[in-house]
């Protein structure tokens, strides 16, 4: 009960979580409690858990942020969650997001924003926003996220936590409500890279229920954690250090790049010609997967129907209005106008051959060097409210994240300091195609 009574104490001024199941909490922590008396507890036996919202959990709402979804109680577990409740967690409950996972500040949540618990008038980023504060708040000991375009990542450094996004393909999207079906991924939230290496050892792995999941033999993250760094090659993209990066964050991560040097790291300068590209792209790929997946949001079999409607096509588009948010809305149109006749070659083509150029520069760039290091995001934590009227500037604020999930890479943010006011600022690792283990290893010396 201890990290139930303080959600109960805390979890109001900071809505980090949506649901908190006490009951079912409870009942696991019981059967957890079997298991080790039995002497058939495995590593995370009895460990709690939260579950961003965005994950289909058996009996207790998903509602992925969404008013749309506000009513829906899974018939079922996703693949993740079902792994994680065989390892014997305990899940608390369900954390804040924004909606269908589309944000970079929680604040499009239906349930209002998550806030920082660094400094409650603050984002905690997003859009896995209370996953971040749950854990950096000390509410849970590890959460699961999404990471569609850094939503794993950006949070996790915005709160002073370490998050990471494994490749595409590590952990089943069976069950995860999808946003961008070609680029999210299931990823793990811990106060250190050693409670991600456990997460993540027991949540990925084959699942035939998605046909992107790849049949790989299940890796153990935590065996390779303490491997020394010496002869390390940490590739530093000029692209990740140029003037958009504001002061504060850039001290902090030439501090850290300085501490990795004397672990006997060295770093190498590389480059992403297309990284400045990836926004762009990701706005056009993101919101045409978008407009498809959210189609069967329509009133019909679960989630929001109109009250009151005249014909079927009324019904869908009343229950639609209604359910949907403005971003969701403002996704649904873009990615319905990039992929309607006479735009699709010039804007959707367009952008999957931009997704090939950004994936060409990271194999490029890694034939130089292990790892890629730099800044997380551009800045700390703002303002609740700052930057909410703008949506641009809202996507900008996943300048250094979004080109890796394009190219389906894993990567890791970790505490790097802090910046100014004392609010966190995240280390931003990435690797080749399965280096997890390798960037866990990274982050875990450093830590
Ligand atoms: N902020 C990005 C978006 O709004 C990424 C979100 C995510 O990774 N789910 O699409």
Request: hydrophobic share 40%.
């Amino acid at each position: 009960t201890l990290f139930l009574d303080r959600i109960d104490s805390a979890n109001p001024g900071l809505n980090a979580f949506i649901t908190v199941d006490r009951e079912g909490a409870l009942a696991a922590a019981r059967a957890a409690d079997a298991r080790i008396a039995a002497g058939t507890a495995g590593p995370l036996t009895g460990i709690p858990i939260a579950h961003k919202d965005v994950f289909c959990t058996e009996g207790v709402l998903t509602s992925c942020g969404s008013k749309m979804l506000a009513n829906f109680v899974s018939p079922y577990d996703a693949h993740v969650v079902s792994l994680l409740k065989e390892a014997g967690t305990v899940m608390l409950g369900k954390t804040n997001m924004d909606e269908f996972a589309m944000g970079s500040s929680n604040e499009n949540s239906h349930y209002g924003p998550a806030r920082n618990p660094w400094d409650a008038t603050r984002v905690p980023g997003g859009s896995s926003g209370g996953s971040a504060v749950a854990v950096a708040a000390r509410l849970a000991p590890i959460a699961t996220g999404t990471d569609t375009g850094g939503s794993v990542r950006q949070p996790a450094a915005l709160t002073g936590v370490t998050g990471i996004k494994p490749t595409y393909g590590v952990c089943s999207r069976y069950g995860m409500v999808a946003y961008a079906s070609s680029l999210d991924q299931a990823g793990a939230f811990g106060a250190s890279a050693a409670d991600c290496a456990a997460l993540l050892t027991a949540m990925a792995g084959f699942d035939p229920r998605d046909s992107t999941s790849l049949e790989r033999p299940r890796e153990d993250y935590t065996r390779d954690l303490d491997h020394p760094l010496a002869g390390l090659r940490i590739g530093l993209p000029k692209e990740f250090f140029g003037p958009g990066m504001a002061d504060d964050v850039r001290a902090a991560i030439e501090a850290v790049l300085a501490e990795y040097r004397k672990l006997g790291a060295t770093t190498v300068d590389v480059s992403l010609p297309n990284a400045r590209l990836a926004i762009p792209a990701y706005y056009v790929i993101a919101p045409a997967e978008a407009s498809s997946n959210l189609s069967r949001f329509d009133g019909v079999r679960y989630g929001h129907r109109a009250a009151e409607y005249g014909d079927l096509a009324d019904m869908y588009g009343k229950s639609r209005a209604q359910g949907f948010g403005a971003e969701v809305k403002r996704r649904i149109l873009v990615g319905t106008y990039v992929l309607s006749h006479g735009y699709y070659d010039a804007y959707y083509l367009k952008a999957q051959k931009l997704r090939r150029l950004i994936a060409q520069d990271f194999q490029a760039a890694f034939a130089r060097c292990d790892v890629i290091a730099g800044p997380t995001s551009p800045t700390t934590a703002w303002a609740i409210g700052e930057k909410s009227d703008d949506p641009v500037q809202m996507y900008l604020s996943d300048i250094y994240t979004i080109a890796v999930n394009l190219a389906g890479l894993p990567g890791l943010s970790h505490p790097a300091g802090f910046g100014a006011g004392g609010l966190p600022v995240g280390l931003q690792l990435i690797g080749d195609y399965f280096a997890e283990g390798r960037l866990l290893n990274a982050a875990h010396r450093y830590q």
